[in-house]
């Protein structure tokens, strides 16, 4: 008798378990509370702006191995795009300096020995500076680790931390933030080619996910939002959607949760979970790129982070947003635009546009808040957690929430064959 594996929630760690699960060999039913697989990573047709944009301008690396295997096996690793290696320019729009950090293709971080490839007005010194989070504590601040000042730390390390911690660096995880610089700026140029889904997040990681599992006879039942557990004799008996909807497991039935931590913790008490949580502020704006705009530019000075440039369209993201999630929306619009204008090079009136402001977009990385992320292993046997928040060794980011979900999936098969 072929198994089920019911998988809670249809973000992205939920979607990556329910594709492994599937391809193991389990039939697999993923149940969907709102009317929208994607969770944090989705697209939608905008009527502000006349586009399809996505909720957040997410960025995957080519050194992110699990996100590309998952694009890989639901066939739209070619959707992921970027240029052939791994160069970041940089604008500073007080001063008006340009710059271009080029880490190569190479798989060792040589390019911090060339002068001409590294951050203007560094040196190797200031790069060795920042050993001590390579080997960090995750209960360490970034603060306690390495010098938050200076050159090197304002062009390069404070953007790429904010970007990946959701917090101010000095207030982060250490050994999340090692975690990222492992992975990236000392894994050299291989892994640190930006990936873009330039037809969208939607397109390119969610609807051919939900397309791969229906097409091979699994269920994804959207606006199907799970009431509770009812357990026995240490297991997940039967999950109760509401009246007289109330699935009933037999024997070797799996459940992979995979919601958001507030969600989790009301289905599973006693759970911890982190608490806090930072906003990301996305803003689109419909307007044609200068011919040649690099498709990611990163933005010292202002307000605006990195600059996006797609067809039709230049978007931006600016972490830690907290600060401006009841800011005016005409006038955030127009602070942004005029940083537009001056990091990519054009100008002109505010064009159509559209803010969305993200208020729990990831939990805080600080290390009070890592502390209560729990692994995949819960008090109930057939029971596994996935997520982005839980405790999967990196900050909230794309390639962390698929990790949980292919984790999930390893320990079910893991206890199938135990």
Not at 6 to 22: C, D, E
Not at 35 to 45: K, L
Not at 364 to 378: D, F, H, K, S, Y
Request: charged share 20%; net charge neutral; with cysteine.
């Amino acid at each position: 008798m072929q198994n089920t594996a019911h998988i809670i929630g249809a973000g992205i760690s939920g979607l990556s378990a329910a594709v492994r699960l599937a391809n193991a060999g389990y039939k697999v039913a993923v149940h969907e509370a709102t009317h929208q697989a994607g969770g944090r990573c989705r697209s939608y047709f905008d009527g502000a702006t006349n586009l399809t944009i996505d909720n957040g301008n997410h960025l995957l690396l080519s050194g992110n191995s699990h996100a590309r295997a998952y694009a890989r096996s639901i066939g739209t690793e070619a959707g992921l795009v970027g240029p052939e290696s791994a160069q970041f320019p940089f604008v500073d729009i007080k001063t008006g300096q340009r710059w271009q950090i080029d880490l190569g293709t190479g798989r060792l971080p040589t390019w911090v020995l060339d002068e001409g490839r590294r951050v203007p007005d560094t040196g190797l010194t200031d790069y060795l500076k920042l050993a001590p989070l390579i080997w960090a504590s995750e209960q360490t601040l970034v603060g306690k680790s390495i010098p938050c000042e200076g050159t090197l730390y304002h062009r390069l390390v404070q953007p790429l931390l904010l970007a990946a911690l959701n917090v101010d660096p000095p207030e982060g995880s250490a050994g999340l933030a090692g975690a990222i610089v492992r992975e990236t700026l000392l894994a050299g140029g291989q892994a640190c080619r930006p990936l873009i889904a330039r037809d969208g997040l939607s397109a390119v990681l969610i609807e051919p996910a939900v397309k791969f599992l229906q097409d091979r006879g699994h269920t994804v039942q959207l606006g199907h939002e799970l009431r509770s557990f009812v357990n026995s004799d240490g297991k997940v008996s039967a999950l109760n959607f509401g009246g007289e909807d109330v699935i009933q497991l037999s024997e070797g039935d799996v459940i992979v949760m995979a919601v958001p931590p507030r969600a989790a913790t009301s289905l599973l008490p006693g759970l911890t979970a982190p608490t806090e949580f930072r906003a990301i502020v996305n803003a689109h704006f419909r307007f044609e790129p200068p011919p040649g705009s690099a498709p990611i530019l990163g933005v010292i000075g202002g307000v605006v982070e990195w600059l996006f440039a797609f067809p039709n369209r230049l978007s931006v993201t600016i972490s830690n947003g907290d600060r401006l999630v009841d800011m005016p929306r005409e006038e955030l619009a127009q602070t942004i635009w005029n940083d537009v204008c001056a990091a990519g090079g054009v100008s002109g009136e505010l064009p159509p546009w559209q803010i969305v402001r993200e208020r729990r977009a990831t939990f805080a990385a600080t290390p009070a808040q890592n502390a209560l992320r729990p692994g995949p292993v819960t008090s109930l046997k057939n029971l596994f957690l996935a997520g982005d928040w839980t405790a999967t060794g990196l900050p909230a980011t794309i390639e962390g929430s698929v990790r949980s979900g292919d984790r999930a999936a390893d320990l079910v098969l893991a206890a199938k064959r135990a």
